[in-house]
């Protein structure tokens, strides 16, 4: 599966944080470079790849808990895989 975001785990923090978002991006709508992805319809992402697990299983439909400016913010976004 193909997000088009470079994300990297936060060590001894939760969440991993969004370093790039391609132009193409699904998710480009609602994340922003320097987001940190804590949870992803509800469960807990401390790695890149647990993103893309939930993303799978999703079936398309993704709401998102991200820490910006020290403000958690719920982001929906719709993924066509």
Same mark, same amino acid.
């Given at each position: 599966? !193909?997000? +088009?975001?470079?994300? !990297?785990?936060?060590?001894?923090?939760? +969440?991993? /944080?969004? $370093? %790039?978002?391609?132009? @193409?991006?699904?998710?480009? !709508?609602?994340?922003?470079?320097?987001? #940190?992805? $804590? =949870?992803? @319809?509800?469960?807990?992402?401390?790695?890149?790849?647990?993103? !893309? %697990?939930?993303?799978?299983?999703? /079936? +398309?439909?993704? #709401?998102?808990?991200?820490?910006?400016?020290?403000?958690?913010? /719920?982001?929906? $976004? =719709?993924?066509?895989?």
């Amino acid at each position: 599966i !193909q997000l +088009g975001i470079s994300a !990297q785990a936060k060590p001894f923090k939760e +969440g991993i /944080e969004v $370093v %790039r978002i391609a132009p @193409n991006s699904c998710l480009r !709508q609602g994340l922003m470079m320097g987001d #940190t992805i $804590v =949870k992803v @319809n509800g469960h807990k992402i401390r790695e890149v790849e647990a993103l !893309q %697990r939930v993303c799978i299983l999703s /079936e +398309g439909d993704l #709401t998102l808990d991200i820490v910006r400016d020290n403000e958690v913010l /719920e982001v929906k $976004v =719709k993924v066509d895989f």
